[in-house]
């Protein structure tokens, strides 16, 4: 397949509308898989997600254009699903299963158009929120992201020249592929891509998986990207997120409830998948309330994706609690995807090789590392932390505690409620760049 030229092709921006999102595939595999659950489960249910960038010394709405971002976000509203797409869904095998999706979701995912959304600015941030139902409004997520950061890395880039844009793009590539040839070296690790939602561009994530499946060969086990995973025949990886307790928190009716939605989720998932999609996401509200407070059944489960504590101590603790429920760890499975850096994949590796299973999902320092690149000193190509949570649930407010107090996000009220009920243990503040 002949490569695209980004550069020139960043350069002769000459038509008027360059889609950022060319598909509704161009989104994360678990989006999908948490669609079926809450089309099947919640089709009832409301929610609100909302923009929250965390990186607070970049005003996004000084660096992009309001009429740009509305083209882009309204042209994705214009997307459905192919032929070609439905098909390779319905047919295609996900994690050794063959028909993981109903052909009834299928049907129902044919006709899907994203909803509506509300923008306005303050403070110079955009204030961008999707309202609406659950299983219309959870798609916007990943796109949404996606179309605001490649605005403003083309707004970083529209100054400069062709030859700036070959030393820009020339210095980035010499720059991952160093990485990927670190990688190489350590053998049995096992990288998959997470890069979608903070990425550089469609483009340079595109080129970045390529690269990944050439240099590190087996070792690179796929994309969360759904589209590159069709496009270049590789597996397409993940299982849930933290809107999944966050909703079931924000509905419950007790405090009891709300100790229990954790749980509730995972048997909710359960009745949907199997074998390796049964991979625990611990943090949302504190890893340490939730091994506390955990029924043995969990203990059963293929794996956990410890998020937000650092890698070593919070993967620790999780084998420790492995260990106390009569578990193996080497027969367990722990993903690795916080901020991931070749530095920190290399030192988790190496302090976990023989301890138990494990994998990286590689996200915003694999597709948007362009730090120190640019031919002429600029910052506005540096990667900043900007996510899209669900805020409330039928009219209720949504929270997400995290290891990191610096990644809770919600109501402060309601984020002092849910401490009480939580607490706090082992709950450390740490720097989020990305």
Known sequence: MARTDIARRVYNHTWKLDPIVRSLLDTDFYKLLMLQMIWGMYPKVDA??????????????????????????????????????????????????????????????????????????????????????WMYTTLWEIPALAIINELRSRAAMRSFGQFALDVLYARAKAKMWAKTERLKALPGIRISDFGTRRRHSFLWQRWCVEALKEGIGEAFTGTSNVLLAMDNDLEALGTNAHELPMVFAALANSVEELRQAPYKVLQDWQRYYGGNLLIVLPDTFGTAAFLRDAPDWIADWTGFRPDSAPPIEGGEKILSWWREKGKDPKQKLLIFSDGL??????????????????????????????????????????????????????????????????????????????????????????????
């Not at 970049?58 to 459905?80: C, F, N, P, S």
């Not at 988790?348 to 590392?369: A, C, E, I, P």
Request: charged residues 35%; negative net charge.
């Open 48 to 133: 609100t997600f909302t923009l929250i960038n965390r990186t607070t010394s970049v005003r996004l709405a000084d660096e992009i254009d309001e009429g740009e971002l509305r083209e882009q976000l309204d042209h994705a509203r214009t997307l459905r699903f192919s032929k070609k797409e439905m098909i390779w869904l319905g047919g295609n095998t996900f994690y050794g299963r063959k028909q993981i999706f109903e052909p009834e979701f299928l049907a129902w995912l044919e006709d899907f158009r994203l909803p509506d959304y509300e923008l306005t600015k303050r403070d110079g941030q955009y204030e961008l929120s999707f309202p609406g139902p």
């Open 341 to 434: 850096e070749v530095e920190t994949i290399e030192e988790t590796y190496k302090h976990f090789r023989g301890k138990v299973r494990m994998s990286f999902g590689w996200g915003t320092n694999l597709t948007n590392d362009f730090e120190g690149c640019a031919p002429t000193e600029t910052n506005s190509l540096d990667a900043i932390s900007l996510v899209c949570k669900v805020s409330e649930a039928n009219g209720r407010p949504a929270v997400k505690l995290s290891d990191n107090p610096a990644k809770s996000t919600g109501d402060e009220k309601e984020i002092k409620r849910y401490l009480r009920i939580f607490g706090e243990k082992d709950r450390v503040r740490q720097l989020v760049k990305v």
